[in-house]
């Protein structure tokens, strides 16, 4: 009889589900499909920052071109940066491939921004002696008053992105980062004022070796003073862009996502534009 007992047994073990495979509550993930199009829409907050340190910098090395003041005044930072928020609103739509937890995608946004608009103005005023290049007779100084006011406009109104994605599904849970070119349209304005006054002093020596500097008199220099702008309107500057962000599927295709993304511009007139956008979107996968 225990003979018997011992063999039923030993012949029902492999019915036991932990021991064939099958007994997984608790132990498996449950995977996410995330193949396939998407398309959805997103609004968020912008932080711009602009820096119009070299902003008008060609303009004044036009009004100073093949003068001795073309040099000591290009290295002048007339403008400061400057920062501005706001919104912005667009879409996406992209294309999602799949292994295993692995998830790559090839993602392209569109952006419009709200009002971001950024200003500098600014002034400076130097005294320059004697400047590097300039040919002068024996004993004469020549003193250029150089006063320069400058003031430039940069407005970002909206962008277009094309990314590549790296996802990792995590269930209903998708983290990604991002990386790909960016393309923005913007106003940019520049504009520079000018006023040069020349001062010419001479120093003599008499027989006793006595020295005499006779200061001269304070006259403009018309051929470097006045004003010079300049104006583009629907400009294009190319960029690059990069990120992080973690979509959720809400249900079957309709997911929701938050991101971070930064993008900074190639200089348009020698300005230059970084953005820091946040926005949340939703979407739905085909």
Known sequence: MLGTVSVAHAADMPDLPILRGSYTDGLSKTSHNWDGFYVGGHAGYTADATDFGQSVV????YIFRDSVLQGPTSTW??????NTQGTHFGGFVGRN??????VLSLEGTYSYFGNLSTGSTGSNALVIVNPP???RAAGITNNYAVAL???ATAQVKDMITLRGRVG??????????FMGAAVGRMDVNRTVTSNVQLRTDVTTTDLFGNTTTTLGAWGPVPAQSGTQGQHRTNTFAVGWTAGLGLEYCIWNGLFARVEYEYVRFSPVMNTSVTLNNARLGLGYKF
């Open 168 to 177: 990792w599904d995590g269930g209903d849970f998708m983290p990604y980062a």
């Open 149 to 151: 006011t400058g003031t």
């Open 97 to 102: 491939w799949q292994w295993y937890d692995a």
């Open 133 to 135: 290049g300039e040919t």
């Open 77 to 82: 930072s007339l403008l400061q940066k400057a």
């Open 58 to 61: 060609g303009l004044t090395n």
